[in-house]
């Protein structure tokens, strides 16, 4: 996908997604997606991601490209 990420050994992924968590974070809790929005910590388009099983990780992407294509489009 093109996802800007800070290298890590932990479980989860330090991504820049793009898009301002304020907007996107809602976007993925309606499809059932719970991330940690970087805004926390200073970068308002980075997300704290855990990286789960392989289907997770799958349902995860799926519905990470569902709902940017979904605020392409408004």
């Given amino acids: 996908m093109g996802i800007f990420y800070v290298p890590t ?7 820049d997604l793009g898009v301002e968590m304020s907007v996107l974070f809602p976007e993925l809790l309606k ?3 719970i991330i940690r929005p970087g805004s ?6 980075f997300a704290r991601i855990t ?3 392989p289907d ?3 349902f995860f992407l799926e ?3 569902d709902a ?5 489009e408004s």
Avoid: D, M
């Fill in 56 to 58: 997770e990780n799958q």
């Fill in 51 to 53: 990286i789960g099983t």
């Fill in 31 to 33: 499809r059932g997606v």
């Fill in 40 to 45: 926390y910590w200073g970068y308002p388009t």
């Fill in 68 to 72: 940017l294509n979904s605020l392409k």
């Fill in 9 to 15: 050994e932990a479980n989860f992924i330090f991504a």
């Fill in 63 to 65: 519905q990470l490209a």
